[in-house]
């Protein structure tokens, strides 16, 4: 066994490049769950928690966009300046685990991972990020709604990095909520992320935990658009409780350990009525 | 790049430069430290970073040993428990635990002194809501947690000056 420990994206890329069957290890608050369960075999591993190019962000104010490294915290995101470029994720960020989780996991990790319960993915899908990835064939920049495809299964090609995700800097209100057994260290029963674009007068929420990917709600967003004034931060209430309708009927639930499918829709509409009021104070 | 091989690696635990021999992939920190480095400060119960008692600081951060993957920290700067204060001389926070009754079986203790000189670090006059936040990643069996948040409070308090 050996273990890398770059310090550069390019001899991260090279090391995997070279074995592409080599594992990935960012924070190893997945991966290491794993492995003391024995339930996963590590022989060769790449740790790219020392790879400075994805401990970085970058904020460019032209395009109004963040691009935020694979290797960055949770704790780093959790806090300014992320809370107010990217207020939905900086919450989400807030709910992962407890404080040694987030010190050590990743948004790398998390979209690696790809768990439907991930908190930090209902934000980058209504945030519409970019994920960037690196490998043998060069790079690529994929969608995320195109990058995660199942539950734990995504777009990642063997050899390749994930290196880092771009989202844009929006004005207007956002948010994420989430419900579990606690009210830390728990993995979500149902997430609900709100993000607006003032400017464009547009509306998305994300759904995470109920369905094989994170679903976005077209209907209740549409309702939302319609209906929602920017400016005065106003949303009549009948608007409001159809927009949760819909989003709870946008909800593909299963029953399972961790609740059944029926508490998972109903928790959507609660969340999902939740966010609204906040973002939208005035009925 | 620095590589580690299990055949041999070097680790940094409390200002001492460790060699770790002949291990096994996939061993955690936790397992290094106790196993082979024979520090027991740092408890292993979970395994899965839902406990908390094997918090130990890598390069100043608080994490749980058990997902640390030994090998990976190579040129990190560990401290365990028993790399806060030499035998004898309590830390404030030591101290403070033992005078609040913050102490019963004692096993989640490691992990809530690391835990609470990580917090007090960042945050001097925590809140209890804070505290109670801040210590969410530590699961104590035995105290019902009012004394730990006590000696978090007394600690505050005797940084700040001494008056309530
Ligand atoms: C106690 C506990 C509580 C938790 N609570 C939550 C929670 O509330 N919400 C939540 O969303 N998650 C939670 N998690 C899960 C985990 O912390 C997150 O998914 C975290 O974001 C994973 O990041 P990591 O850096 O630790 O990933 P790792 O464990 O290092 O890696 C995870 C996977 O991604 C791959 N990977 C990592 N980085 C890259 C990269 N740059 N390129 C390619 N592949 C990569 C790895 O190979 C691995 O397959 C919890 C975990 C624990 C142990
Ligand atoms: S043993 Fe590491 S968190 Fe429980
Ligand atoms: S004192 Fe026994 S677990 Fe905390």
């Known amino acids: 066994m050996s273990v890398l420990v770059p310090t550069s994206l390019d001899a ?3 090391a995997l490049s070279a074995n592409p069957s080599a594992t990935v290890l960012a924070g190893g608050t ?41 290797a960055v915290t949770w704790s780093e995101i959790e806090d300014a300046p992320f809370l107010a470029w990217v ?15 987030r010190h050590a996991g990743t948004i790398g990790g998390n979209l690696g991972t790809c768990s439907p319960a991930g908190d930090g993915l209902p934000p980058l899908s209504a945030l519409e990020a970019v994920v960037h990835l690196t490998g043998p064939g060069g790079e690529r920049s994929l969608p995320f709604a195109e990058f995660m495809t199942g539950p734990k299964r995504n777009a990642r090609a063997a050899g390749e990095l994930i290196t880092a995700v771009t989202v844009p800097v929006l004005r207007g209100p956002q948010g994420y909520a989430k419900v579990g057994v606690r009210n830390a260290m728990v993995i979500a029963t149902a997430g ?7 400017d464009a007068g547009g509306v998305r929420l994300a759904l995470g935990s109920v369905g094989p990917v994170i679903l976005r709600c077209p209907e209740a967003e549409a309702i939302v658009a319609a209906e929602a004034d920017f400016a005065a931060g106003r949303l009549a209430e ?15 639930p299963i029953d399972d350990h961790r609740s059944t499918a029926a508490y998972r829709r109903h928790a959507v509409g609660v969340l999902t009525a939740r966010l609204l009021r906040r973002a939208f104070p005035h009925d | 790049m620095t590589e580690a091989t299990t055949e041999m690696y070097v680790l940094h635990v409390n200002g001492e430069t460790r060699e770790v021999r002949d291990a096994a992939p996939g061993e955690s920190l936790l397992f290094v430290l106790r ?109 019902g ?20």
């Open chain 1, 12 to 14: 991260a890329r090279d």
């Open chain 1, 30 to 70: 997945d991966l290491m769950v794993e492995v003391n369960e024995r339930r996963r075999e590590v022989v060769d591993v790449i740790a790219v928690d020392r790879v400075a190019e994805l401990r970085a962000w970058s904020h460019d104010p032209v395009s109004r966009t963040l691009t935020i490294g694979a």
């Open chain 1, 87 to 101: 207020p939905s994720l900086a919450q989400a960020a807030r709910t992962v685990g407890s404080p040694q989780i």
């Open chain 1, 192 to 198: 609900v992320a709100l993000v607006c674009d003032a």
């Open chain 1, 238 to 252: 009948p608007a409001l409780r159809a927009a949760a309708e819909a989003a709870r009927a946008a909800a593909r």
């Open chain 2, 35 to 143: 196993e082979r480095l024979g520090l027991m400060g740092a408890k292993g119960a979970c395994e899965q970073g839902e406990c908390g008692s094997c918090s130990v600081l890598v390069d100043e951060s608080l994490v749980c040993s058990c997902l640390v993957l030994a090998a990976s920290a190579v040129g990190r700067r560990i401290v365990t428990v028993e790399g806060i204060a030499p035998p004898g001389a309590p830390t404030d926070v030591q101290q403070a635990f033992v005078d609040a009754g913050a102490v019963q079986c004692g096993f989640c203790t490691p992990g809530l002194v690391m835990a609470t000189h990580s917090l007090l670090e960042r945050v001097a006059e925590p809140t209890e809501l804070e505290i109670r936040e801040e210590l969410s990643g530590n699961i104590c069996r035995c105290t």
């Open chain 2, 145 to 164: 947690y009012g004394r730990i948040i006590d000696a978090v409070q007394r600690v505050a308090v005797a940084r700040r000056g001494g008056g309530a």
